[in-house]
């Protein structure tokens, strides 16, 4: 990427024409092998040469002039940074750090909604104590808490938005019950008031946090989607969130993997020689709990196992599909068949290679689409400037039409009043001669003719202008 044709200019005016070879240091083969490809220019490299670039480097700036030993430092940190800034640069619909964030908010989420939940319970239990019984859940509870409200105004007509909150016309009916002949103390209006404030917070931050889960699912579908439809959004989120990174994740080994978030119990039974853990992250995967207790260990190790060679994939592959975590789900499901009926699964071989040519298509699929919306994109472009162009030379011909207009205006302007002054100097004297009212309501019938006379000669001048523009 840093042969240019400014790379190519350099080399063809600094080199003679009969000898085109170039000295490069012992690390640059490669770079080496590019120029020979493109330019057509034979490179050298050995251990001579890293002494003559070396030293080439060490006195460079005595041997340039205009170049002093500071801004070849400068160059050099310039040079730095923008290779370090070039390697840090990803894509952006790739990036991991928005999930270890998000997964973090969802957990922390989870406890606060559950500690809020449990203190609406707390007080509203005080004024109604049987509905706890009844709706067992935090979110439907608060709900249903911010709807009754005082449970002595509950009536029959409130049983429908009832069953909407509780989606079960069994339970409206037995809150309703429970309501007349509750045991709780009455309440007053203002800690109903804010007991209602708190329950539609709880309820905002419930809501909040579905949000937040779609948001998890879109963007691991984009990042991670062979290892989200392997073993599911939210523990391969957490699993990329405790490793670090989805490149950290995809170098650990799948005996590490398996055990991933048990630390504590890993180094507390090497400390006393006791068993160690057999999962960790993991086993929040529903494939650990429907197997049965002695196959649960086999099971995890198979699981780590696929999530290893799933987050490999989704880490090195140029266009990421969920096709290799679908075929590696149903693998672990073949494993869990062989676990308890005893039915051989496929190979691993085979299935890999169903799940190559499957990616292939799909992956085919996907530059044809990015094609398309590039194509679209490209043309939108060019409208765009298209129509910029045409405003930008339609106000230059006004910008250049306005100026000439204007003087022909100020041209009229100075001719009128040029044949005013005189009409006025010869109609002043006739009053102050005559004294007479009558002549002076009659010095404007000559003005009028004149301006008769005069304005066809003016209209002739414009159009001569015009038709010489």
């Known amino acids: 990427g840093v042969l240019h044709e400014d790379l190519r200019l350099l080399l063809d005016t600094a080199l003679p024409p009969k000898r085109k070879k170039v000295l490069l240091g012992v690390g640059d083969a490669k770079m080496g092998a590019a120029v020979l490809e493109e330019l057509g220019v034979q490179c050298q490299t050995g251990g001579v040469v890293a002494e003559l670039i070396r030293g080439i480097r060490l006195h460079f700036p005595a041997l340039v002039r205009g170049l002093t030993a500071q801004s070849a430092a400068k160059a050099q940190l310039g040079l730095g940074h923008s290779y370090s800034r070039a390697k840090v640069k990803f894509n952006v619909h790739r990036v ?11 957990d922390q989420l989870d406890k606060d909604i559950n500690t809020f939940s449990m203190r609406v319970r707390e007080w509203y239990g005080y004024h109604f104590p049987e509905l706890i019984k009844i709706v067992p859940e935090n979110s439907m509870y608060c709900r249903v808490a911010k709807f009754i409200g005082n449970r002595r105004e509950l009536s029959e007509e409130s049983l429908e938005g009832l069953e909407e909150i509780v989606m079960d016309s069994a339970k409206a009916q ?30 905002s931050l419930s ?65 006393t020689r006791g068993n160690t853990p057999k999962y960790g992250l993991i086993f929040h995967s529903t494939f650990i709990g429907r197997a049965a207790a002695k196959n649960k260990g086999r099971i995890s190790r198979y699981l780590a196992n696929k999530c290893t060679i799933a987050s490999r994939i989704d880490c090195f592959s140029e266009v990421p599909t969920s096709v290799f975590g679908d075929k590696l ?44 919306k590039e194509k679209k994109r490209k043309k939108r472009e060019k409208r765009r400037l298209e129509a ?21 205006a100020a041209k009229k302007k100075k001719k009128k009043k040029k044949q005013q002054q005189p009409e006025d100097s010869e109609a002043e004297p006739e009053p102050e001669e005559n004294g007479l009212e009558e002549e002076e309501e009659e010095e404007p019938l000559p003005k009028k003719k004149r301006k008769v006379v005069v304005e066809p000669e003016e209209e002739e001048e414009e159009e001569k202008k015009k038709k010489k523009k």
């Open 96 to 106: 991991d750090n928005m999930i270890i964030q998000s997964i973090s908010l969802l």
């Open 207 to 271: 809501d909040y946090r579905k949000g937040l889960q779609e948001y998890l699912r879109s963007k691991m579908s984009q990042v991670a989607p062979s290892l989200s439809a392997l073993i599911g959004e939210v523990v391969g989120a957490r699993l990329i969130s405790h490793a670090g990174s989805l490149t950290n994740l995809a170098k650990y080994p799948a005996s590490t993997v398996q055990i991933l978030g048990a630390e504590k119990a890993l180094f507390r039974a090497l400390k």
């Open 174 to 203: 037995a809150i309703l019950e429970a309501s007349r002949s509750s045991m709780g103390m009455d309440i007053s209006p203002l800690d109903l008031i804010n007991i209602e404030s708190f329950s539609r917070r709880v309820i």
């Open 329 to 372: 789900r149903e693998q672990v499901e073949e494993r869990l068949a062989f676990y308890e009926t005893g039915e051989p699964p496929r190979k691993n071989l085979e299935v890999m290679k169903e799940a190559v040519v499957e990616a292939s298509e799909v992956v085919a699929e996907v530059k044809r689409r990015q094609e398309k």
């Open 388 to 408: 910029l162009a045409a405003a930008a030379e339609e106000a230059a011909e006004n910008s250049v039409v306005e100026p000439e207009e204007n003087d022909v």
